[in-house]
């Protein structure tokens, strides 16, 4: 028989907005119990309206991140699958680049992701799953809108899955990442306000993906239907890679 999602219980980071808020929706629509996490609380708690739960988190600090997920424990007594879609972008040129920045990245980025799974993973029973997203800058290396700083944050983001993948495989718990392509979400909304940049990436890229095309992507990936899938990686970017 196949299992159903209704009632499993899952977290979300950056649920605030674009990529994790159509996640977290789609996920409440389709009946998961949702909690919603992210440090703009205002933009988690629309996410959640009344059938989901919102949990303030800033994924860069061990307490916070620590305290977010203690609190979703309490609220749903454990989870059943985590999407991880808190991030940062970073458009300075790399000869521009400071240290600062391509700190803070990492901490947002790679640190966030790894306290996330961790903390997540903490209250998983074997069967659950996580979905941790990356970027195709993993493979590009950046380009288009994103910087070598944030393509490397991402790229770190695809190594840190498979040693999730090996670290918590042995206890029934599937990780697996997401690297979208170009998606048109705040995150970037800055860089595609300019038309001449939009067209150029337009052209480039041939299309724009939305955050609800990888909201189906994610979805499907911490769903059952996927239970043979581990340690990999799905690209959804509208075939610019064809990786
Ligand atoms: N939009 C794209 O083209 C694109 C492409 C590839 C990958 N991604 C990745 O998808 C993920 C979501 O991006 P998006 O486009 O939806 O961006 P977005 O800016 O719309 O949403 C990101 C969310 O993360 C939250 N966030 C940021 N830092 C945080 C922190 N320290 N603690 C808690 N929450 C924090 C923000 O408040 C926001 O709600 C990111 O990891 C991004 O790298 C985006």
């Known amino acids: 028989m196949r299992q159903t999602v209704h009632g499993r219980r899952v977290a979300v980071t950056g649920a605030a907005s674009g990529i994790g808020a159509a996640t977290a929706r789609k996920l409440i629509a389709d009946g998961w119990r949702v909690a919603c996490l992210d440090r703009n609380i205002d933009g988690a708690r629309a996410t959640a309206g009344d059938r989901g739960i919102c949990v303030p988190i800033d994924v860069a600090d061990e307490p916070s991140t620590v305290a977010a997920f203690a609190q979703v424990r309490e609220a749903f007594g454990?989870?059943?699958?985590?999407?991880?879609?808190?991030?940062?972008?970073?458009?300075?040129?790399?000869?521009?680049?400071?240290?600062?920045?391509?700190?803070?990245?990492?901490?947002?980025?790679?640190?966030?992701?790894?306290?996330?799974?961790?903390?997540?993973?903490?209250?998983?029973?074997?069967?659950?799953?996580?979905c941790m997203v990356a970027s195709i800058s993993s493979y590009t290396g950046g380009g288009y809108v994103a910087t070598g700083s944030y393509a490397t944050s991402k790229g770190a983001v695809l190594t840190m899955m498979k040693s999730c993948a090996r670290a918590l495989g042995d206890k029934g718990i599937a990780v697996n990442a997401l690297a979208p392509g170009f998606i048109d979400t705040p995150f970037v909304a800055s860089a595609m306000s300019d038309p001449v940049r939009r067209a150029q990436v337009v052209a480039a890229v041939g299309k724009v993906g939305t955050a609800e095309q990888i909201a189906e992507c994610a979805a499907w990936l911490i769903s059952p239907g996927a239970d043979f899938v581990h340690g990999s990686t799905l690209i959804a970017d509208g075939g610019v890679l064809m990786h």
């Open 78 to 130: 454990g989870l059943d699958a985590l999407v991880t879609a808190a991030g940062v972008i970073e458009t300075t040129p790399f000869l521009d680049t400071s240290v600062e920045q391509f700190r803070r990245l990492f901490d947002i980025n790679v640190i966030g992701s790894f306290l996330s799974v961790r903390e997540g993973a903490k209250q998983m029973q074997p069967g659950s799953r996580i």
